[in-house]
């Protein structure tokens, strides 16, 4: 009896459409990778700024590939969101925050794809799926054209030598203009690219697209566009069609030379010989075909997908390179052999983890040879060995197991300790190891703790897994302030994991601006000279001690020194231990800010001791009131860490970036320029960079990075030293009160 006949009899006759459905999908999915030739695998990435139509698009593509029934919106009404969009919080924002895999099929070829974030706050997610993929759809939006993050997007390409399509988007927004976009792409990303689709009308009038190569109309009818129908150019197009073909064969004749040949001998073209051309140009990033329409209505979808198989390349067309360590020698060199025959030894690069609801998942792309479930892999970093359970493709948050992958597939393992970027192979004695993942250095600080002190266990798992998970997120204690501090690529960055630390792990956390560090330190040597006396009965305490507190030199002001120069017996040797104590033991919180002391050094020069009364802990505490007395007769001042930072702008924000430094109290120490991009290296307090970030973003469009690293300490300006003072003596209760002041007034 068939499992279908079983659940008619027990009478569950609505769950027979859902089964259908699995049993279809899985048999037309299950086990195609093996069938596969190299040829018909593509791995691609969809990435963009914000909002320029990722996550619709890859709806879109799963839905025409049969992936998925039905589509949603990633804002959508039905509260279901996009099947990529699998965490419940970007839904509720409709936004992409961490990138997510799946695997279609199209026309017989199988294409990986991963949707990754367009915020700028989660880079991390965008360089990680870059450095595993073969190629990358660019999507641009109709209106807003080149942004901030196309601009990071498109150097992050660049970085990892990933040939790209360039789509533009949203044809039907109010104010679309792709021949605008397509000018931004030239001057602004420096691509050669030229269309290879044009719209049939634009905002409300967009009723399809036609290609230039094939010189022939489309039109997307049907229930969700899913019947392409061919039409003739229309009439009023075929003057634009031929001058942007014209255009198009011009700029490929520039970069390929086997169709310049062509071109100059003027033997005319076939259609196969323009896309022959479009496809050897686009593999060496020397060509970018710009494709048109819109993910949301439904139009040029299809299309983009034959533009996926005719222009990107397979993994056997993209040269992957693995390093050999060998002793005393230079690194060598090789390359992977990406064949589907399982003839090399497995190599594969863990480039996302992320845990899953079984432990720890690792996502893998595999470069050659075969993996089978049940084969054992090492770690090229750690050397441990791991034997394989399972192997799974992922589907979004879904998963199908599967028992190989071959060269060429993204897969995932379970219950596999490693990090991002970490290289597994079957034979350990090859040595080989792949190139790691670039990880950006983070640029926002923030203090956090858990508003409940019950929820501290669940806190310190939370951070654990996100700091593996994200390379980007950084987590430290300092004990100069006492705070926790995590640091992250933005203040969105560290505010979604303030709200996953609460939604997973029930865990509510603060999130506040961390303290800075100051220092207080002597402008000029103090002498000191002080007894400590006490008697009462029995056994007192008696211990004296001379000498002098000195400022050390600016480039050790960090430091604290003790010396002994005592000559003689007035401070017994094994005293001596006490004194040192003492001083450090107050030298942790000064008397102006509560700040710890730097900079100087205790001279400990005479004194003088009691045959009895003295003790290791009367010359401890008599270094502690030599120490006071030092407070009250020195001359202190407050210092502050000074940070070195780096901007770099586009040249038309350098007057304002500069202005906003010297606001800041910066000190800019050089500048650089090049190809368009202005750098600035300035010293500015770190006190005054909190909330720089938001400020450089909103006032250079977003296109405007910095970095920032510790270079010293330096004296505080005396009214922000003034401010700090006040603020620590109204915290301490030491301030004078409204009604003393008054009085003092009055008399």
């Known amino acids: 009896m068939t499992i279908l006949n079983v659940l008619k009899l027990r009478g569950v006759p609505q769950r027979l459409q859902h089964l259908k459905a699995f049993i279809q999908d899985f ?106 993929l073969d190629g990358a759809i660019l999507v641009l939006c109709a209106v807003g054209g080149v942004q901030s993050q196309t601009l990071t997007v498109n150097r992050q390409m660049k970085r990892y030598n990933v040939p790209c399509l360039a789509f533009i988007n949203k044809l039907d927004r109010m104010g679309s203009n792709p021949s605008r976009v397509l000018m931004q792409m030239r001057t602004k990303l420096k691509h050669n690219a030229a269309f290879i689709q044009l719209p049939i009308g634009l905002e409300n009038e967009c009723k399809g697209i036609v290609d230039i190569v094939e010189q022939k109309a489309m039109y997307f009818e049907g229930d969700f566009g899913l019947k392409v129908r061919e039409d003739e150019v229309p009439k009023d197009m075929l003057a634009e069609v031929k001058d942007r073909r014209q255009e198009l064969i011009e700029h490929l004749s520039n970069v390929d030379d086997v169709f310049g040949e062509l071109f100059l001998e003027e033997k005319g073209f076939q259609d196969s010989d323009i896309k022959a051309a479009i496809r050897r140009s686009c593999l060496k990033r020397a060509f970018t075909p710009v494709l048109v329409g819109t993910a949301l209505k439904n139009k040029g979808v299809q299309p983009l997908l034959d533009a996926v198989l005719d222009y990107l390349p397979n993994p056997g067309e993209v040269e992957n390179i693995g390093l050999i360590e060998k002793e005393g020698q230079e690194t060598e060199k090789i390359f992977l052999n990406p064949a589907r025959d399982g003839k090399d030894p497995f190599v594969g690069l863990a480039f996302k983890l992320e845990a899953g609801r079984f432990g720890q998942l690792t996502y893998l792309r595999c470069y050659q040879g075969v993996l089978k479930k049940g084969d054992t892999i090492f770690n090229m970093r750690s050397m441990k060995k791991i034997r394989l359970s399972r192997l799974v493709r992922l589907h979004s948050n879904q998963m199908e197991d599967v028992n190989e992958v071959y060269a060429g597939d993204i897969f995932a393992l379970f219950g596999v300790d490693c990090a991002s970027g970490d290289t597994f192979v079957t034979n350990p004695k090859l040595n080989l190891s792949m190139e790691s993942i670039f990880v950006p250095e983070p640029v926002v600080s923030m ?69 800075v560090a100051f220092r207080e330190t002597l402008t000029r040597p103090c002498e000191f000279d002080y007894l400590h006396k006490k008697q009462s009965g029995g056994s007192g305490q008696y211990a004296r001690v001379i000498g002098v507190v000195e400022p050390l030199p600016p480039h050790q002001n960090t430091n604290l020194e003790f010396v002994d120069q005592t000559v003689g017996t007035n401070v017994p040797k094994p005293f001596v231990p006490g004194v040192e104590k003492g001083f ?44 006071r007395q030092c407070f009250e007769n020195g001359s202190w001042q407050i210092i502050e860490p000074i940070m070195m930072v780096e901007v770099v702008i586009p040249d038309e924000f350098q007057g304002a970036v500069i202005g906003q430094l010297n606001k800041r109290k910066g000190i800019i120490t050089g500048t650089d320029g090049i190809e368009g991009w202005f750098t600035i290296y300035a010293e500015v307090p770190l006190n005054n960079m909190f909330g720089y970030a938001g400020e450089l973003r909103s006032s250079t469009q977003g296109k405007g990075e910095f970095t920032m690293e510790y270079s010293r300490y330096a004296p505080t300006q005396p009214e922000v030293q003034e401010q700090i003072i006040n603020a620590y003596q109204i915290a301490e209760g030491l301030a004078p009160t409204a009604d003393k002041e008054k009085k003092k007034k009055k008399n």
Not at 80 to 86: E, K, L, N, Q, R
Not at 96 to 121: F, L
Not at 456 to 466: L, P, Q, T
Request: proline share 2%; charged share 25%.
């Open 584 to 627: 450090r033991l107050m030298a942790e919180k000064g008397l102006l800010s509560g700040s710890r002391l730097s900079g100087i050094i205790f001279r400990l020069k005479d004194g003088g001791h009691h045959i009895v009364d003295s003790s290791e802990l009367a010359f401890n505490l008599a270094a502690q009131g030599a120490i």
């Open 27 to 132: 048999s037309s999915h299950a086990h195609f990778a093996e069938h596969q030739a190299l040829e018909k695998i593509r791995n691609i990435g969809i990435s963009a700024h914000i909002d320029s139509g990722k996550t619709t698009l890859t709806e879109r593509i799963l839905f025409y590939t049969g992936r998925i029934s039905q589509m949603h919106e990633v804002k959508g009404k039905d509260n279901v969101g996009a099947t990529m969009d699998s965490m419940e919080l970007e839904r509720q924002r409709g936004i992409t925050i961490q990138s997510a895999a799946t695997y279609t099929k199209w026309k017989d070829y199988n294409i990986n794809i991963i949707d990754t974030p367009g915020h700028v706050d989660f880079t991390v997610e965008v360089e990680r799926a870059l450095r595993v």
């Open 447 to 515: 203090a956090i703790q858990p508003v409940n002190s019950k929820d501290r266990d669940n806190f310190s798992k939370a951070v654990a897994r996100f700091t593996k998970e994200d390379p980007t997120f950084h987590f430290h204690f300092d004990n100069d302030v006492k705070e926790t501090i995590v640091s992250g690529m933005g203040e969105l960055h560290l505010e979604i994991y303030a709200q996953r630390m609460e939604r997973e792990y029930g865990c509510p956390v603060t999130l506040g601006k961390p303290k």
